[in-house]
């Protein structure tokens, strides 16, 4: 089961105090990591469809995990973490962070999204690789418009003799 965060890298990314962190950690051991873990099942769960997962499968790379996964889960944890420590419900920063984290949740259904997706995440066969698929047009032109229904009469002929026995 991977995890895409530690206890140290999300006090760095989210905006609440470290000591809320500190002391949700310090009277609820473990909990915080179990948060991390939820979310990070919720993410890649969001994400199965479009981009392979888990995020950090590369070979022999050390940090493979995107930033922006790490990003969106520390937005997404900060709210479960202040609700546990208690929160003033007038509380105007809080407030921003639920904001913030409501803001994580639309940008991952962004991601989500295969055909308006504004973020493109790595394969995690290729740590540059891309699951986003640039195609051409499948069309082509010819200098006659009538070249084109000359080869489509032909094509269509010869799938009507090719063994069914009723064309000619």
């Known amino acids: 089961m991977a995890t895409y965060l530690t206890f140290d890298l999300l006090k760095g990314l989210i905006t609440i105090p470290d000591e809320f962190v500190n002391e949700v950690e310090a009277r609820y051991p473990g ?83 295969s055909e308006t997706g504004l973020y493109d995440l790595p394969l995690k066969v290729s740590k540059d690789g891309s699951l986003i698929v640039h195609g051409g047009p499948f069309s082509y032109s010819e200098q ?16 009507d003799n090719s063994g069914s026995g009723t064309g000619g």
């Open 31 to 113: 909990w915080v990591e179990a948060q991390i873990a939820a979310y990070s099942r919720w993410v890649e769960a969001q994400l199965r469809k479009r981009y392979a997962t888990p995020f950090n499968a590369y070979d022999g790379v050390p940090d493979p995990t995107p930033p922006q996964i790490q990003f969106w889960l520390a937005r997404l944890v900060a709210v479960p973490v202040w609700l546990k420590r208690g929160v003033d419900p007038n509380d105007l920063q809080f407030e921003e962070v639920r904001t913030d984290r409501d803001n994580a949740r639309e940008e991952i259904a962004d991601a989500a999204n």
């Open 144 to 159: 006659s418009p009538y070249v084109a229904f000359d080869r489509q009469r032909v094509t269509g002929r010869n799938e």
